[in-house]
């Protein structure tokens, strides 16, 4: 864990991130489960070219069967078996198609945060501006929501941890920079965004964002379409029991680590199948 006067310092319990990456690893599948190395090496002790290869193989040879997965699709499936109602005013009519500013509806919107919430049991909506001035729904995953804090029962700081792509200097390749927004209410009871970015020697720096008016700044105040302040941080907490700040359980949890055990299971007969079923040499 970071240090707490860091911009990078994250208050979700790692007990709560293990068992997130857990329940994520059982949705997409063989390969992040192999990836998430769920499977236990065989004589950790040894670590042995022989040794090592032969854990490559115990790995290889494991089936995982996607329960979890399929009975996400189940859920999702049953929650939007019926089309949602959705009443939007005349000025949010845009929300139906494009409500995050990437062109996903708020129906596909929605299904993305039923799924988020069914695999850590907790998400969160960001209301941002776009270029254009419109307001768009944000969404963020558990993992990325990684400090808040509240005083008088009042939201005041949010951070979030983002990436971001930016083009090379040449070519068409593509750089992924981590960066954090930090959205919090200032002295004056003003919201206020900062987003910061590492360094080249690894610190985390402001950088700079240009304001309403085109102008670079550190701490950017967002103004509404009458250049009036916002005294509220526009985020909102969803989870899986109660909507607040609170880490909820992780409802697919104890389906994933049975999930978990089946696939430790064949890995284990696979093996033992594997090596007695190899042709012995008899010597009379």
């Keep these: 864990m970071t240090k707490a006067e860091d911009i990078t310092y994250s208050r979700i319990p790692a007990d709560a991130l293990e068992r997130w990456a857990v329940t994520r690893a059982c949705v997409q599948g063989d390969q992040a489960m192999r990836a998430a190395k769920l499977l236990p090496f065989l004589n950790k002790f040894d670590q042995s070219a022989e040794n090592i290869d032969r854990n490559a193989g115990y790995v290889d040879r ?20 019926n089309d949602p109602a959705v009443t939007l005013p005349p000025k949010l009519a845009y929300l139906r198609t494009d409500c995050d500013g ?36 944000k969404s ?12 008088a029962e009042r939201l005041t700081l949010v951070v979030l941890f983002e990436t971001v792509e930016e083009p090379q200097a040449e070519g068409y390749g593509i750089d992924a920079v981590s960066q954090w927004r930090e959205l919090y209410l200032d002295g004056q009871g003003r ?43 526009p985020f909102r907490f969803v ?46």
């Design 191 to 233: 919201y206020v965004c900062r987003l910061w970015r590492t360094d080249k020697d690894g610190r985390p720096q402001v950088h700079p964002v240009a304001d309403q008016d085109g102008q670079l700044v550190e701490e950017l105040v967002i103004r509404t379409q009458t250049k009036t302040s916002i005294d509220f941080i």
């Design 62 to 81: 494991a089936v995982y069967y996607n329960a979890t997965g399929r009975t996400l699709d189940g859920l999702i499936g049953t929650a939007f078996k």
């Design 102 to 137: 990437a062109k996903n509806s708020i129906y596909q919107q929605s299904q993305a945060v039923v799924s988020n919430l069914l695999q850590a049991g907790r998400h969160g909506l960001f209301v941002d501006l776009l270029s254009d001035g419109r307001p768009a729904i």
């Design 239 to 284: 989870g899986a029991r109660n909507n607040d700040a609170a880490i909820d359980d992780v409802p697919l949890y104890a389906l994933a680590r049975l999930n978990v055990a089946h696939y430790r299971n064949s890995a284990d007969y696979e093996d033992s199948v594997f090596f007695v079923g190899q042709a012995q040499p008899v010597v009379s």
């Design 140 to 151: 963020y995953a558990a993992e990325n929501i990684i400090n808040w804090r509240y005083e």
